[in-house]
Nanobody
Framework: QVQLVESGGGLVQAGGSLRLSCAASGRTFSSYTVGWFRQAPGQEREFVAAINWSTYYADSVKGRFTISRDNAKNTVYLQMNSLNAEDTAVYYC?????????????????????WGQGTQVTVSS
């Protein structure tokens, strides 16, 4: 079992920054892929970023968001800069215990085994 807890969400003005954290317990996840997803009101949950031995980003956040990890703290971060109203959503982190031959699999939320409860990010314009 893996327990994931997100934190760092909040209210920020457009153009501002936030850093989300995803802390894991129950298993050392340094060898696994951790992803961030988000769900805006009335919309489906969508991929944001993922990290294993590489990093993956949705086109909508490339150049603005940075995913990183601190294995000593069993924590993954999502640094979000230049935020805009379209970034408003509940952000979830997730872990997959599987290793896939192609990085494209990590964009698919169905590949993830454990999920956090989410943290709200609201960007005011």
């Amino acid at each position: 079992q893996v327990q994931l807890v997100e934190s760092g969400g909040g209210l920020v003005q457009a153009g501002g920054s936030l850093r989300l954290s995803c802390a894991a317990s129950g298993r050392t996840f340094s060898s696994y892929t951790v992803g961030w997803f988000r769900q805006a009101p009335g919309q489906e949950r969508e991929f944001v970023a993922a990290i294993n031995w590489s990093t993956y980003y949705a086109d909508s956040v490339k150049g603005r968001f940075t995913i990183s990890r601190d294995n000593a703290k069993n924590t993954v971060y999502l640094q979000m800069n230049s935020l805009n109203a379209e970034d408003t959503a509940v952000y979830y982190c997730a872990v997959t215990l599987q290793i896939y031959s192609s990085g494209t699999y990590y964009y698919d939320q169905r590949r993830y085994d454990y999920w956090g409860q989410g943290t709200q990010v609201t960007v005011s314009s």
